[in-house]
């Protein structure tokens, strides 16, 4: 342990007792990212920090769990928890290392996509049974009781001014149980004042390409990456640089210097899967403060996790505010709610209201009031809670039939949440055959392929949301046998695969 380690940088004497390991964990958090924590350096043990507190061992066991968790802290058994020796190095230089990682994973080339605006799932895969596409919940799972009731109480109490719809922030009541969830869940700094309801992510997307982009404004996104939202950023004049993702998130060092707007999926990225590191996440916070560049961060299905503590938001790293936090309700209720919301920094807010007022003046503001009245019983804490062991099941069942292929026929890349996953093929294996196969046996697979601008691995994206746990098994058992079957040689994800 550090010699004069200073118990008393911790305050906690007015902190209610429900709060302390949210508060210690918070204080915590920012003194490493301060760096008031000598990387490597040893922490107290849970024990003698408990005592030194006056609080329970109990609490400071999950703080440091949470730490460890999210990259701050790193436990050795035996000796005791320490700070992330992997603060002190330098994140470009080991960003310089990886950038050409991508273009080296396969034998065999993907040609540049021409148009990625559209969502590339095919009508056969998507009439199959057995359907893994990505980025849709468990649409029979809807909470169509609970929803029904929330509608009902609210057009009860509602006043006549509610129906006048001219809310173009939006619901008040919302808003509040929004900035509330996300300080909470996701540690995102915003107040009800700050947050914008959207028409869905897309519109968030649309609204912000109007305010930050003109044309020939460099906006850099992740390769591979989301295209509906790089689309949108194209149709206002961008023009697109592709920056490599590794396997701890986009590669910092990679981008363009004249980049104005940054894309990114940090908690899960799009298509892949990885979760952004600490280091790079810092590094990445660094280069847009020092460029005066904004950062959209795509918090898309984040509230599922399967790994260890939720990590937190990019956005709650954030001190500089040049992080634009975009979340949606499309993938934990359902895609038809179109509901999404931004939470805005200050100097954006006027813009963006005033973008919304003219594209659409609000988002409806019946779907608003029953959403706000959903969350404010309770239900919608209680559905997640619910669909986490649904699709915890799920992510279990393909890890395992998938997770443990040879590494030379194909490679599952590590994922820790969210509601898909990617298997990276080997270059020799016919993919739209692979899949014309599939769908032959009822089995819908979707390719990697479609998701990516420039040369990628082969691979296939898949979601995991909307299958029943029976189809999912019977579909990840029939792709395994047919992957080991293929005849294949050499380790074409060893960039990938490599521990």
């Not at 550090?2 to 429900?18: E, I, M, Q, S, W």
């Not at 058994?77 to 080991?94: C, I, K, P």
């Not at 998130?249 to 908690?267: D, E, F, Q």
């Not at 895609?335 to 999404?340: D, I, K, Q």
């Amino acid at each position: 342990m550090k010699r004069g380690f200073d118990f008393l940088a911790f305050t906690l004497d007015d902190v209610p007792a429900g709060e302390l390991a949210n508060s210690l964990h918070r204080q915590m958090r920012e003194a490493v990212v301060a760096g008031r924590f000598t990387p490597g350096s040893r922490m107290p043990a849970t024990r003698m920090l408990a005592g030194e507190l006056g609080i329970s061992r109990n609490t400071v066991v999950e703080v440091y769990q949470r730490l460890v968790d999210e990259g701050y802290f790193a436990a050795r058994h035996g000796s005791g928890t320490f700070v992330s020796e992997a603060l002190a190095q330098d994140a470009a230089h080991r960003a310089r290392q990886q950038v050409h990682a991508s273009a080296g994973i396969t034998a065999t080339a993907i040609a540049k996509r021409g148009n990625v605006g559209v969502l590339p799932f095919t009508l056969a895969s998507e009439r199959c049974p057995a359907n893994f596409r990505p980025g849709v919940p468990d649409l029979r799972e809807f909470p169509a009781t609970e929803w029904r009731r929330s509608a009902t109480r609210r057009l009860r109490t509602a006043l006549p001014r509610f129906f006048e719809g001219d809310q173009t922030q939006g619901d008040p009541l919302l808003r509040q149980h929004l900035a509330n969830y996300l300080r909470s869940s996701r540690g995102v700094r915003c107040v009800a004042e700050s947050i914008l309801v959207t028409a869905g992510a897309q519109q968030a997307f649309d609204m912000l390409a109007r305010v930050l982009v003109t044309k020939g404004t460099v906006v850099a996104v992740e390769e591979p990456g989301y295209p509906a939202a790089v689309a949108v950023f194209e149709a206002a004049g961008a023009r697109i640089v592709t920056v490599p993702v590794d396997r701890e998130g986009l590669v910092v060092s990679a981008l363009p210097p004249s980049a104005s707007l940054i894309y990114v999926t940090p908690s899960h990225q799009f298509p892949l899967g990885v979760t952004m590191s600490l280091q790079r996440r810092k590094a990445l916070l660094q280069w847009a403060a020092a460029a005066n560049a904004w950062i959209v961060e795509d918090d898309y299905d984040s509230e599922y996790r399967f790994s260890g503590r939720r990590v937190q938001a990019l956005q709650a790293l954030d001190t500089r505010d040049r992080v634009i936090y975009v979340g949606t309700f499309s993938k934990v209720l359902l895609p038809a709610l179109r509901m999404g919301y931004i939470a805005m920094p200050q100097s954006l807010i006027e813009e963006l209201l005033a973008i919304k007022w003219l594209t659409d003046r609000h988002t409806p503001s019946l779907a608003q009031a029953v959403m706000a009245e959903f969350m404010d019983t309770g239900a919608f804490a209680r559905h997640l809670r619910r669909m986490q062991g649904i699709y915890r099941e799920r992510f279990e069942l393909l890890r395992a039939a998938l997770g443990t292929l040879p590494k030379t026929v194909a490679y599952l890349v590590p994922a820790q949440a969210g509601l898909h996953m990617t298997l990276l093929l080997h270059g020799s294996i016919d993919v739209p055959r692979l899949i014309s196969d599939a769908n032959a046996k009822g089995i819908g697979l979707h390719a990697l392929a479609p998701f990516c601008r420039e040369p990628f691995a082969q691979g296939l994206v898949l979601g995991y949301g909307n299958i029943a746990a029976h189809e999912a098994e019977r579909g990840a058992r029939w792709l395994r046998q047919r992957l080991m079957a293929a005849p294949t040689s050499g380790a074409p994800h060893e960039k990938w695969s490599r521990t």
